[in-house]
């Protein structure tokens, strides 16, 4: 039997790769659908901000995509500690990302652990390419994407039509047959 500081320790490290394995998939996850939606309206050549809305500044503040996101629906879903980390930041700053995900925070909000990785296991998203892109936006609950993509097309003003045209799309498809979170 192993003794109980070394047990505690083994559960805790088991713990925090498993926070960290959700926490990377919702980042994953966000990435992938920034990077679908550029890909098909436009390129993926874009800066990250032309879909997120820019960083503050002390000297600058720009609408941003997360402004205008409602408040998940499936926190229930969801392992606790990963979506507060994911909504109000890492302990500490990084010099590789910023403190706060509030994509990341809402899918996984919606989303929850089960649909997260049943969307992340179905292919390797990278490199992205349409037929990738297609596939991935479909696989998203319509109820947690299309909130994304109608504020994504107000911070996107150059791509506004073509990323409407995307929702458009993907709204006629729900009439068909309905793509919810499980609940």
């Known amino acids: 039997s192993l003794p109980a500081n070394r047990k505690e320790l083994e559960e805790q490290a088991a713990r925090n790769l498993e926070i960290g394995k959700k926490y990377v998939g919702s980042k994953l996850l966000s990435i992938s659908i920034l990077a679908a939606f550029a890909k098909l ?3 993926d050549d874009a800066p990250m901000s032309l879909f997120m809305g820019d960083l503050p500044s002390r000297h ?3 609408c941003r ?3 205008y996101l409602p408040d998940p629906y499936g926190l229930d879903l969801c392992d606790e ?3 507060r980390v994911l909504s109000e930041g ?9 403190r706060q995900s509030p994509l990341a925070a809402y899918l996984y909000g919606c989303m929850g652990d089960k649909a997260l990785f049943e969307v992340l296991a179905i292919e390797n998203l ?3 390419d349409n037929d990738k892109a297609n596939r991935l936006l479909r696989r998203v609950p319509r ?3 299309i909130p994304i993509a109608q504020n994504m097309a107000k911070v996107a003003v150059s791509r506004c039509e073509t990323i409407e045209g995307i929702i458009a799309e993907l709204q006629a498809e729900s009439v068909l047959g309905p793509n919810k979170t499980e609940k």
Request: aromatic share 12%; glycine share 8%.
């Open 41 to 43: 309206t436009g390129g």
């Open 60 to 62: 600058h503040v720009s």
């Open 65 to 67: 995509l997360e402004d």
């Open 81 to 83: 500690e990963v979506y």
């Open 90 to 98: 890492r302990k500490s700053e990084t010099t590789f990302d910023i």
């Open 126 to 128: 990278y490199p992205m």
């Open 143 to 145: 109820d947690c994407l």
